[in-house]
Nanobody, 127 residues
Framework: QVQLVESGGGLVQAGGSLRLSCAASGRSFSGAVMGWFRQTPGKEREFVVGISRSGGTYSADSVKGRFTTSKDNDKNMVYLQMNSLKPEDTAVYYC?????????????????????WGQGTQVTVSS
């Protein structure tokens, strides 16, 4: 059974940093496309950053230059490094995965393209 578990959320002041982790289990995730999304009450889940099977990444404009993602295939872990945090980054952050066929460099940005989701972790940025 595939499972994703996020950790590392919390409260941070504006300008600070946080690192989220996503522990994957149930199968090897080296062949998965991984993504990070976030959601605030009343809004749709929003793409943040994704990583392809080959390790290439793509970020939403709102976080470009501030957020990066990486993965450790040996440990089945994915990370989201968030720097220069802003109050508008406050949200529940979700890790997602899909094993649908895709080229090595493909990053998926739509939530409907992902099949597995973690439970989410709250990130709150105070001003």
């Amino acid at each position: 059974q595939v499972q994703l578990v996020e950790s590392g959320g919390g409260l941070v002041q504006a300008g600070g940093s946080l690192r989220l982790s996503c522990a994957a289990s149930g199968r090897s995730f080296s062949g998965a496309v991984m993504g990070w999304f976030r959601q605030t009450p009343g809004k749709e889940r929003e793409f943040v950053v994704g990583i392809s099977r080959s390790g290439g990444t793509y970020s939403a404009d709102s976080v470009k230059g501030r957020f990066t993602t990486s993965k450790d295939n040996d440990k089945n872990m994915v990370y989201l490094q968030m720097n220069s945090l802003k109050p508008e980054d406050t949200a529940v952050y979700y890790c997602a995965a899909t094993f649908r066929l895709a080229g090595l460099t493909v990053v998926r940005v739509a939530a409907r393209e992902y099949d597995y989701w973690g439970q989410g972790t709250q990130v709150t940025v105070s001003s």
